[in-house]
């Protein structure tokens, strides 16, 4: 415990041991995120490439008023996602190694898509996080029309391939991850339930030839995915299903995947999809999910407990959930063992097997 002994100068030691910069940190962390945000919004790293600029040549390229020059890059340089060489207007700016790798659209690792998806939705969402916290309703398009998120999403479906693509940039890791960590020898088929752009089954077979996958989701998804599979001259291992998993039977397979999908729901929904996929897997087979999970003991993953601050505001009564969690609701379904195996940053599998 910290005392309270007076010091000379009449300050508290707890006054003189204690700071508030990372108070400050979080409050303002608004600040460096809309900074990054708009750098991404405006392509700013996409434009860098390889090239370096001054900082003239930079507002000239990406349009913006002499006022943003030089403070919007050199806050970039200070937060570490620009490197410039030398001081003053002679100065050249250039990305630097992450910013290269990730927020170059030309890279094939960008996670622009998601941020630029982050910023357009959910940064204004969530400044409505404390009428969320009060009243349990979602913040995002249906607080406008009241029709759910994903009906508002499907309407538009230039806006739902934005969607999916982001998906798919902030998922990638996490699939490259289980399709190197999950032993596929004893299994030959694979169903990825809500598959989206069919990245995971993609990955799958990628790395794994012997196993044959369907990516299933709705019609309208289902399109897209047939066209991203065919570019990658996959079309003959990983086939698009059209199924709506809350109504219909699930495909059956030896393996079943949800990716950031069981996180939408609610309770209910959630059990309703864990007793599909069972009555969908042979004896034996596995059911994986691949999400943020919580620490069991709810102190450490601060993504996955934001995310699931992030299902209350597109959906309302979706929430994530740990890996006990996980494993209490697979044992209520007749799952029989049940593991968690970490992935990439902060997200987890977690897998059942019948």
Not at 93 to 116: K, Q
Not at 173 to 183: H, L, P, R, T, V
Not at 227 to 241: C, M, N, P, W
Request: charged share 20%; aromatic share 10%.
């Amino acid at each position: 415990m910290l005392g309270r002994t007076k010091t000379a100068t009449g300050r508290s030691a707890v006054m003189d041991e204690l700071s508030p910069a990372r108070i400050m940190d979080v409050g303002m962390g608004f600040w460096p995120a809309k900074t990054l945000l708009s750098a991404v919004e405006l392509g700013l790293f996409t434009r860098l490439g390889s090239n370096s600029m001054t900082a003239e040549e930079l507002q000239a390229a990406l349009g913006l008023h002499p006022r943003a020059n030089p403070d919007f890059f050199d806050a970039l340089v200070a937060l570490r996602f620009l490197q410039r060489d030398g001081d003053g207007a002679g100065a050249r700016y250039r990305n630097t190694a992450e910013t290269a790798f990730f927020l170059d659209r030309s890279s094939r690792a960008y996670l622009g898509d998601f941020l630029e998806m982050a910023n357009a939705r959910l940064y204004p969402f969530w400044g409505d996080l404390t009428e969320a916290l009060k009243s349990g309703r979602p913040q995002n398009e249906s607080k406008q029309s009241g029709a759910p998120m994903f009906v508002e999403l499907y309407r538009d479906p230039k806006r739902l391939e934005q969607f999916m693509d982001a998906m798919a940039g902030i998922s990638a890791a996490n699939f490259q991850a289980f399709a190197e960590k999950f032993d596929f020898s004893q299994y030959a088929t694979l169903c990825d339930v809500g598959g989206a752009t069919g990245q995971l089954s993609m990955i799958v077979a990628n790395r794994h030839p012997h196993v044959r996958c369907i990516t299933a989701d709705l019609p309208v998804v289902t399109t897209i995915a047939e066209r991203k599979i065919a570019a990658t001259g996959l079309s003959d291992r990983v086939t698009a299903q059209s199924v709506d998993f809350l109504t219909e039977p699930l495909p059956r397979a030896d393996v079943v995947t949800m990716g950031m999908i069981l996180h939408d729901w609610s309770m209910d929904k959630k059990m309703h999809l864990i007793r599909a996929v069972y009555d969908a897997l042979p004896p034996g087979g596995a059911f994986v999910v691949i999400e943020n999970l919580i620490d069991d003991a709810r102190r450490e993953n601060a993504f996955g407990l934001m995310m699931s601050l992030n299902m209350l505001i597109e959906f309302g009564e979706a929430f994530d959930f740990t890996g006990r969690d996980f494993s209490q609701w697979c044992r209520t379904a007749g799952f029989t063992k049940i593991d968690v195996v970490p992935l990439a940053g902060p997200a987890s599998a977690g897998i059942a097997y019948k």
